[in-house]
């Protein structure tokens, strides 16, 4: 098998599903010799089919219902560098994770009681804070 078949293989992974250089290098191993491998990658970066960045943006963006801590472990499951995760997290304004939690709140069933709404928002990955102000938000909009 050629270098170029290595290519080939790993455009039609990236065609179907959009992954991290990581991921993409471990399914490529699999069938692959390593020098073909670090070659199809390197040449994938040059084209701009390869950026970890970009894939973890539309990976935080598509992830809505996730707050930060949650996306950070999702991620890092995924093969992102440390480094580039903390940086596409810093573009989420507190803002921005506030009205997630809030959409998320506001199709939980359970959302009456304080303490069930809290722990179902942190195991979703947002913060204490930040699941207490969507609890009493959404109170607020239900009194009214």
Request: charge should be positive; hydrophobic fraction near 45%; proline fraction near 3%.
């Amino acid at each position: 098998m050629g270098g170029s078949e290595a290519l080939a293989w790993a455009v039609k992974l990236l065609a179907r599903r959009g992954m991290s250089e990581a991921r993409l290098k471990e399914k490529l191993l699999g069938r692959f010799p390593p020098e073909e491998v670090d070659s199809a990658l390197a040449r994938l970066k040059a084209l701009g089919y390869l950026d970890d960045r970009a894939f973890a943006e539309t990976f935080v963006a598509v992830r809505r219902q996730y707050g930060p801590k949650k996306l950070r472990h999702l991620l890092w499951v995924q093969g992102v560098a440390e480094e580039v995760v903390e940086e596409v997290l810093q573009g989420l304004g507190e803002a921005e994770v506030l009205e997630a939690a809030l959409r998320v709140l506001r199709r939980y069933r359970h959302r009456q009681d304080p303490a069930k709404a809290v722990r179902f928002l942190r195991g979703r990955g947002f913060p204490l804070g930040v699941a207490w102000e969507a609890y009493r938000l959404v109170k607020e909009e239900e009194r009214e």
